[in-house]
């Protein structure tokens, strides 16, 4: 196939719909280009539930084995169950997913040993290079010298769950009930596993594997996907909901009363509990557009916060210079030290319940601690300049005394009650604002202050 590859090769990954830009014979030319980039000897895949995933998955291994490189399949797999064997086994890795996105997409995200990223920056665009290369020439064959490499299968589940466990310590919890939305994503296949013989009253929704989707999108972070669990915790009188995206690396929370809990609020949680583990000492990462009060919390722990720009390259990247203990996002993406410094919404979750199970209240009492602030959350507006209306933004504001901006992902905008960033989409046509202040009416008028000049 004639395949687009700067549509396909994205920032951190590889991302398109299949078969319209994608197939199994570029998935192999992609398997023997990740052989060659990394220079390993070995591999391990995994793939999730949509239907082009099994296929896609095999057809990269082949490309891979045909290079001399042994392949470890897992299976079927959450992407953080992909990073936990990259990690525990110390192999290059990749895994076979669209996350969040509709049934006709598929993916791969791929990593170094020990679960290092493999970006733009670090290895993405030489794949690209190569297999552009091969998609116009063929690919070369290998060396006459190349011994092919094998094709294996090895179960991580178990292993998995118990290093999760291991992290947290859930067996003296008082008795929870959980609703559980897993989407039809890889959550079905992880979290009775992993949450199998705890305290907990598990209320299961949507574990059936199904890359189609058909209850709602595996998008939490849509509030249009939350509506089915919110209205089962309500109904269940349960403790918490839990939901995951369709790959399962990432969770959101609700609480008792069904509304949801800010990524922020559970960032700030799971630092504290971090430092705690670790002597109240160590730097925690949290991209720009958390919540003030996650840098708050970290200080008041003993830690050290550590900003950084929005994207998981840029998280990753900085827990490695840093040897932070922890990393949060506003998307719900959580990291984590003793996880290789990858992302595992499974083990915030563990935090959460253990958290909320070792004391008497709600879980809206508990967080509210976390939650000191009015937030926007995310909001799109799709613009025909982004350059030129960020410049708007900049000149509304760069001449006032009571403000500081600055850049280091978009353009941020800081006063003593308000703060609020705006950055580009990199991908579509797009402006992003989060504006936070001390109370909803200041929030509010800061918004639709930023929003009218942008959409201005």
């Given at each position: ?53 099994p ?19 897992i299976?079927l ?8 064997a990259?990690g ?22 791929m ?27 063929g690919?070369?064959?290998p060396?006459?010298?190349?011994v ?41 296949h ?24 058909p209850?709602?999108e595996?998008?939490?972070?849509d ?7 919110q ?30 809990v ?10 504290a ?8 000492r160590g ?8 919540s ?8 008041e722990n ?11 390259s ?11 203990i922890f ?76 403000v500081?901006?600055d ?21 579509e046509?797009?402006?992003?604002l ?15 202050e ?7």
């Amino acid at each position: 196939m004639t395949a687009d590859l700067s549509q396909l090769v994205k920032a951190y990954d590889v991302r398109g719909v299949v078969p319209d830009q994608w197939d199994e014979t570029l998935a192999e030319l992609f398997g023997a280009a990740f052989a060659r980039v990394t220079g390993a000897t070995a591999i391990v895949t995994g793939h999730d539930m949509r239907p082009s995933s099994p296929g896609l998955s095999r057809a990269f291994a082949r490309g891979a084995a045909a290079r001399g490189v042994d392949v470890t399949e897992i299976g079927l797999c959450s992407t953080d169950q992909l990073y936990y064997a990259s990690g525990a086994l110390g192999l290059p890795g990749a895994m076979f997913t669209a996350s969040h996105n509709p049934a006709r997409y598929n993916g791969i995200k791929m990593c170094r040993a020990g679960a290092a990223p493999v970006g733009q920056d670090t290895g993405l665009t030489e794949i690209r290079e190569l297999v552009e290369t091969w998609t116009d020439e063929g690919a070369p064959p290998p060396s006459p010298d190349t011994v092919p490499g094998t094709i294996g299968r090895r179960d991580t589940l178990e292993d998995y769950a118990a290093h999760l466990r291991g992290l947290v310590d859930l067996t003296s919890i008082r008795p929870l009930k959980v609703v559980v939305d897993a989407g039809n994503g890889m959550g079905g296949h992880t979290v009775p596993t992993v949450l199998a013989g705890l305290p907990l009253a598990l209320v299961p929704m949507y574990f059936e594997l199904d890359g189609t989707f058909p209850n709602h999108e595996a998008n939490p972070l849509d509030p249009a996907n939350l509506v089915d669990l919110q209205r089962r915790v309500r109904e269940e009188g349960a403790d918490l909901g839990l939901a995951f995206d369709g790959d399962a690396d990432r969770c959101f929370v609700v609480d008792e009363r069904g509304e949801p809990v800010s990524p922020s609020a559970i960032t700030a949680l799971v630092a504290a509990r971090e430092l705690a583990r670790h002597g109240g000492r160590g730097a925690v990462i949290h991209n720009l557009i958390t919540s003030w009060s996650v840098p708050e919390v970290v200080r008041e722990n003993g830690g050290t916060p550590v900003r950084t720009r929005v994207g998981h390259s840029f998280i990753k990247a900085e827990m490695a210079a840093t040897g932070a203990i922890f990393g949060g996002e506003h998307s719900a993406h959580y990291y984590f030290k003793d996880f290789w410094n990858a992302d595992t919404g499974m083990l915030a979750a563990l935090h959460v319940l253990a958290a909320l199970g070792g004391q008497e209240g709600t879980l809206s009492a508990l967080v509210a601690q976390y939650d000191r602030y009015a937030g926007s959350g995310e909001i799109n507006s799709t613009v025909d300049d982004q350059a030129g209306r960020l410049a708007a933004v900049r000149a509304a504001y760069e001449g006032r005394e009571d403000v500081t901006l600055d850049d280091l992902d978009g353009l941020t905008v800081s006063s003593t009650d308000w703060w609020f960033n705006v950055r580009p989409s990199n991908t579509e046509p797009l402006l992003r604002l989060n504006a936070e202040a001390r109370d909803e009416a200041t929030m509010a008028k800061t918004r639709d202050e930023v929003l009218a000049i942008i959409r201005g």
